[in-house]
């Protein structure tokens, strides 16, 4: 957010908040090998914010100072009335960016109803171009299902388009190559994003085991040219490079490698309505309890700002002794 708009969501080490991401539903469509177990429990459906509860949510953040939402899950366009949610969404007055992450089962259908109600940038995940892999990753998913939704993603003419990929080694490492070369061929962008260990997730009684950046980034540096962009170029966790010669973006988002608590803008709220002061964390204040119980919007602004408080300095994610969370990614939204 430029330095001249005002927010009132600043925490104990003076990181000014301006982005949330908001998860809208846990439930999903594929059941990927590092973010789900293969049976799940869902919440029940009245643990979840309604829309109108979310409608609420978001406006209150943007009165605050939030400029940047993403919707995120679970599977947020497999939700009941999330179409209903990105109007209300795309007519919010003080929100700059309206961004959602997906799998992309769904985009070829609804790929231009997201752009009419103003979604400005789509994350796609995408970790093979192998129909049978990609099965294996997602244990349901269509490959082809998801290739239809990207291309409709670039017909529809979002600002932005990005591929999300987590490399596991075992898994898909050797597809790092052939994902850039997609993304350059789509002219779209794409971000690499180390596995966190989010819940006890493993294939074949072995745990998945993570790649780091620097290795990606190395590999993919012999093949591409690979100009470094500045942080003012870019936004958010990742480091983005740029392909020379393309306007293709490559990012390495890396949790683990190197930490990048320090310039965190962001809080969570999960599909309970928990708000979450950091991924690998587990404070978190009851905002599902605060809309329900009746209270104002100035109730509701105070208890958020003065939540704030409590947001840790940061992430530790390499001390696998000690396990730091146990929550499915579903149920935080990535
Ligand atoms: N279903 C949507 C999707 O897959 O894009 C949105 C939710 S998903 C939880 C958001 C992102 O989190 C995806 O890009 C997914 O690859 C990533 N993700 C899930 N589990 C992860 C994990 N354990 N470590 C790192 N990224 C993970
Ligand atoms: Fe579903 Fe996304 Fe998790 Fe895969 S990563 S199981 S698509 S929520």
């Known amino acids: 957010m430029p330095p001249d708009r005002p927010t009132q969501l600043i925490d104990g080490f003076d990181r000014r908040i301006s982005y949330l991401r908001l998860s809208v539903t846990d439930r999903c469509d594929f059941r990927c090998q590092y973010c789900m177990a293969e049976t799940m429990q869902f919440l029940p459906r009245s643990e979840v914010l309604t829309i109108e509860e979310l409608l609420r949510t978001a406006r209150l953040f943007t009165e605050l100072g939030v400029r940047k939402i993403r919707i995120t899950g679970g599977e947020p366009l497999i939700r009941r009335g999330?179409?209903?949610?990105?109007?209300?969404?795309?007519?919010?007055?003080?929100?700059?960016?309206?961004?959602?992450?997906?799998?992309?089962?769904?985009?070829?259908?609804?790929g231009r109803a997201l752009r009419d109600a103003g979604v400005d940038s789509i994350n796609i995940s995408l970790d093979s171009l192998q129909a049978a892999r990609f099965k294996t990753i997602t244990r349901i998913g269509d490959l082809d299902a998801v290739l239809r939704g990207i291309d409709r993603a670039i017909e529809c003419g979002f600002e932005r388009v990005r591929l999300n990929a987590v490399i596991l080694d075992g898994l898909n490492r050797d597809e790092v190559v052939p994902l850039t070369r997609f993304a350059l061929e789509k002219g779209i962008h794409i971000a690499f994003i180390e596995e966190m260990p989010l819940g006890q997730v493993n294939v074949g009684g072995k745990p998945?085991?993570?790649?780091?950046?620097d290795a990606?980034?190395?590999?993919?540096a012999e093949q591409f040219s690979l100009v470094p962009m500045t942080a003012t170029e870019t936004s958010g966790?990742?480091?983005d490079f740029l392909i020379?010669?393309?306007?293709?973006?490559?990012?390495?988002?890396s949790p683990h490698s190197h930490n990048f608590c320090a310039q965190c803008?962001?809080?969570r709220i999960s599909a309970e309505g928990r708000l979450l002061m950091c991924l690998g964390n587990e404070e978190s204040i009851d905002l599902r309890g605060?809309?329900?119980a009746g209270s104002t919007d100035e109730e509701i602004k105070t208890t958020i700002i003065e939540?704030?408080?409590i947001k840790p300095e940061r992430h530790v994610f390499d001390q696998p002794e000690e396990p730091q969370i146990v929550r499915f990614m579903n149920a935080t939204g990535g």
């Open 265 to 267: 803008n962001r809080l």
């Open 208 to 213: 998945l085991a993570y790649v780091s950046s």
């Open 290 to 292: 605060l809309l329900r």
């Open 244 to 253: 020379a010669g393309s306007q293709t973006q490559v990012g390495f988002i």
């Open 82 to 110: 999330v179409h209903e949610l990105f109007e209300g969404l795309g007519s919010l007055t003080g929100l700059d960016t309206l961004a959602l992450t997906t799998n992309g089962s769904q985009l070829a259908d609804t």
């Open 216 to 220: 990606l980034q190395k590999e993919l």
């Open 237 to 239: 966790p990742a480091r």
């Open 307 to 309: 939540s704030l408080s």
